[in-house]
């Protein structure tokens, strides 16, 4: 009778039944622990303990991610779906103490939430993810303006209103921001919501910053890690500005966001809008705005509220398994000798005579050249979607910092795989992105050095192409880190020129690769030069990082020579790896399988920790 109805068999049908028993009990399972977090969130609120303890969230991400894998359960997976959980239940235990400070928050009574557009809007999307932690039910409700939207609000129709007020690939939303000082209203809290970009050209994640805005302002106790958000005026005299930016640097509060404004009414003088990450309720934070009040003819305070883009405030990350405990050696300044040496080179941008410190390039979230040695690991080529994918989800799981993949293959025989071209960029991309991995890729051509760069976080310039100076010259014109490869016959000198060829056009993120040289010896693909390391951080303030895969040539070595390379003081190592090395397409004999990648990982960690 079910085939006949539902064209299922039998079996399709019981196995389907099962699966509904199983998310039944999941949804119990998560009602059950939302119970026991509503009794630590009480007991909490009525403590003072901390709201978040990091290291207790990573130890128990982990633990979950290897109680997942033991149960066949991908511990990536695991992993992302309790950070989901844990950002729920940090939101109601915060709720809790929201309350607490200002008990007429929680009277009960359906709130009224006014957004603008229409239902499944971003600012709808936003505001229930927002209220979503609530315990009070909310109505939603759509306005065609911001003036309307916010009007309501003013006139107590309702209660809170989500004003759009960044975009993170158009910029701050000027309206918005000149309704906010002239509505009066406080602001209450932010929520940041993605934007659907599919269907669009532009391939990045675009994110949309909404602040909430209500009537009257919240405390918050200072468990809760927050954000003040003023605006101000200054006097129209000589470094007036300076001056009032000056008070939060002397008390050490991190500015967030500034925006100016013209001032209503007075030609040429602005508005500054601040957002800073600081609590109102600190004594502190209040000397400080007491000291701002001196600098400015107009200061305003709208609110301070729960952050959602902080640091402290985001999910805690897997961290990488090398940390080490004291910093990288970085090298003496140099002495007078090797300035004057220097100083008859033909680089003077890349030159550490010009720059004494070291440079370090941010990548996503990803600091290179900093304290802790990197990871890049990765297919040699981007094959498929799947193998992508899995090579991106075992180097998230092992605390890689970033996925590498070519999609141009510069290939010696013209028969090899030569990549999958941009189709094997929107996989890379796609992968990185699902993980939270940024991602390198070589670029071939100066042609496409604008559209690879519009979906890679790192340009990859090959061995084969350090001296293609119409390539050098066209990465040197974009806003995009770099990594530029030893050439297999060039001398470092040479190798920090065409460093030089891109810094002259304006890009300064230069990630230096050593990946081994051509030598007489036969018994490597090629002679890792890690003599260069310490020379070369010598000579230049970039960061330099080795690809030992490249130069072995054969996977067996690969893992000895990564610690030698850490150990002469790079500052990361980019692997090749792949699922089944043996059905590679491209470069299989040197690429690492999982389980080896993994002891790599574990060595590397080892090594760090016994820095
Ligand atoms: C690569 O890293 O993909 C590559 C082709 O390496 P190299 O340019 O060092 O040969
Ligand atoms: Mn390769």
Redesign the pocket.
Known sequence: MAQELTGLSPELERLRRQLDEVDTRIVEELAARQRLVEEVGQLKSSGDDELRDSSREEAMLGRLAAHGRGAGLDGFFVTRLFRDIIDHSIRRQQEHLLNRENPKRSQARVLSVAFQGTEQATGHLAAQRHFGSRELQAIYRGFETLPAMLDAVKSQRADYALLPIENTTAGSINEAYDLLAQMNLAVVGEEVEKIDTTDTEDAHDTYTRFLVVSATPVRCDLRIPCKTSLLFSVRHEEGALLRALNVFATHSLNLTKLESRPRPASPWEYVFYVDFEGNVADPDVEVALTELAAHTVFLKVFGCYPARTTRESRVAEAPSPIVTSEPLAAPAPPSASIVEMLEKKPYRLASRAGRAEDTTIQVGHVLVGGTRPIVIAGP??VESRDQIFACARIAKELGADML?G?CF??RTSPYAFQGMGYEGLDLLEEAGRSVGLPVVT?VLHPADVERVARQANVL??????MQNFALLKEIGRVDRPVML??G?MASIDEWLSAAEHIMSQGNQQVIL?E??IRTFETATRNTLDLTAIPVVRERTHLPVIV?P??ACGVWRWVTPMAEAALASGAQGV?V?IHPDPSKALS?GPQALSFPVFTELMKRLARQAAAR
């Open positions: 040699c080529g590498r070519g293959k510069p070589e990859q310039i090959g061995a084969r192409n490869k030893r297999l690769c990946r081994g690809d895969s490249h980019m090749e470069d």
